[in-house]
């Protein structure tokens, strides 16, 4: 079963416009983190915010974390049409062995 | 990622044939993952390693073996292909599990069973 869940599903916004995607998880964690996947191709690691963090920032990314709603924003600031991709957070849960439980995804289509 | 690489990209095979997906990594990392990819489930693990010769199963196990006699290498076998496992495969590494650090994914194999 999915530890994270994506919302929404899908998301299309025009170039130059923000685009916030939200993740809510089940159990507590100790770290989560997002990845792009761009079509037809593996994922790539984006960021990474630990349990004792509430916000993060990297380049044109901004991660928060609620760690009492059990729930993570990732914001792409000024979207270029290069960022269409699905997005993925994945969890680290506390007790999980060691290793990561993906959500199902948002898709994100940024038009020019 | 140049530091991961699956083969084959891309796989037709038979119901009830064995065919075994490959992933090899250059970064000396530890850990090792398989996961499959499907619409509507995203990435649900198969089998992951912790280190050479220490494998252990993930959430869809069933079907799939694996082995890892070197670091580097994390072959995934599925022993008689079903079309339930017409998937996407990735192979991960990653320098810890799911600790401080992210995970490497390769391109992916693209399975189909007929």
């Known amino acids: 079963s999915q530890q994270g869940e994506e919302d929404p599903q899908a998301l299309s916004i025009q170039e130059g416009e923000n685009a916030t995607m939200n993740c809510s998880y089940k159990t507590s964690i100790n770290n989560l983190q997002w990845y792009r996947q761009n079509s037809g191709r593996g994922l790539v690691h984006l960021i990474l915010i630990r349990s004792n963090e509430r916000e993060k920032h990297s380049g044109r990314l901004r991660v928060t974390l609620d760690t009492s709603k059990k729930s993570s924003s990732l914001l792409i600031t000024a979207s270029r049409a290069a960022d269409t991709a699905s997005y993925f957070c994945a969890t680290d849960p506390t007790g999980g062995g060691n290793k990561l439980t993906f959500g199902t995804g948002t898709q994100l289509k940024v038009e020019l | 990622d140049a530091g991961i690489t699956q083969s084959p990209r891309y796989k037709i095979t038979e119901t009830g044939r064995q065919v075994t997906l490959m992933c090899h990594q250059t970064w000396s990392h530890s850990y090792m993952f398989w996961y499959r990819q499907d619409l509507g489930h995203g990435l649900r693990l198969i089998y992951y390693s912790a280190a050479a010769d220490i494998t252990d199963k993930g959430e869809v196990p069933d079907g799939y073996v694996v082995s890892r006699s070197k670091t580097e290498n994390f072959p995934l076998t599925l022993e008689s292909a079903t079309r339930s496992q017409t998937s996407v495969y990735f192979c991960?590494?990653?320098?810890?599990?799911?600790?401080?650090?992210?995970?490497?994914f390769g391109s992916g194999t693209r399975l189909t069973v007929v």
């Open positions: 991960a590494s990653s320098l810890q599990g799911g600790g401080d650090y992210g995970y490497t």
